[in-house]
């Protein structure tokens, strides 16, 4: 099977020439002056519309996104042969209790983690929006704010960055569980899984093009993410995770 072509948001180089064209007529209109990507929508809204023809024209490419996390060994050769699957209550609660199966967790822990979700901590429709997805970055440069340090630093994922077991002490065994993580995954940027978004993809394409910061958004994919389309899987001593200085070294 062709693999096929990998499109890096932050690299110019890899975008189909037609994608680049556009986006370079596009771009034209940006006025002066400009710091942040998060400006285009502002400035250039009446764009937006060429947002649907921006994903068509990657169709059957894969679009390079960054996934941040914390793995125990069996669980990156679990995204290794499955690949990264979208977040389930029946996947948070099994998570919990293979971990209990090979001896990471104990069943005294398990009140605690209860307790310790988004579930339990934010408003229901809020917590449960969190399900049926898998959070993404679409460039680096989110991946230099502070927001996937937490997630690097403690074992859980994302809905269990709340209660007790985030940030009592007694629990730091459990927060220090397995290796911090960055999942490279190539997604279809055309298909209606990766349609939630924080803001039109085009923006960030525009402020790539213009060399403005405050590129990247979080794509909601809204499917698992077989493992043929996982690009990379890195650990400190690798060098994409490394080129992200402020990443947790253990």
């Avoid at 390079?64 to 914390?70: E, F, K």
């Avoid at 899984?193 to 590129?215: M, Q, T, W």
């Avoid at 899987?233 to 994409?240: K, L, N, Q, S």
């Amino acid at each position: 099977m062709t693999t096929p072509n990998i499109v890096d948001l932050d690299d110019t180089t890899t975008w189909p020439p037609d994608l680049a064209d556009l986006i370079g007529e596009l771009a034209v209109s940006a006025p002066e002056g400009l710091d942040s990507a998060g400006d285009l929508h502002n400035v250039l809204g009446e764009h937006a519309s060429f947002d649907e023809q921006v994903r068509t024209m990657l169709a059957g490419r894969l679009l390079r996104t960054y996934h941040v996390t914390r793995l125990l060994d069996y669980e990156v050769e679990d995204v290794r042969t499955l690949g990264l699957l979208a977040l389930t209550e029946t996947s948070l609660k099994s998570r919990v209790a293979l971990a209990v199966e090979k001896g990471f967790l104990l069943e005294s822990d398990l009140p605690a983690l209860e307790q310790s979700t988004a579930f339990q901590h934010e408003r229901p429709s809020v917590a449960r929006s969190r399900l049926g997805e898998v959070s993404l970055a679409s460039s680096r440069q989110p991946l230099a704010q502070p927001w996937p340090l937490k997630l690097l630093s403690k074992w859980g994922g994302e809905v269990r960055q709340f209660g007790p077991v985030s940030t009592n002490a007694e629990f730091d065994r459990i927060r220090r569980l397995g290796r911090p993580t960055l999942v490279v995954a190539g997604i279809d940027a055309s298909t209606p899984p990766a349609k939630a978004a924080g803001r039109e993809l085009l923006f960030d394409f525009i402020g790539v093009h213009l060399r403005l910061s405050g590129n990247g958004v979080t794509i909601h994919y809204g499917a698992d993410i077989p493992n043929r389309q996982i690009l990379e899987i890195c650990h400190p001593g690798h060098a994409e995770y490394d080129r992200h200085t402020h990443f947790p070294r253990s």
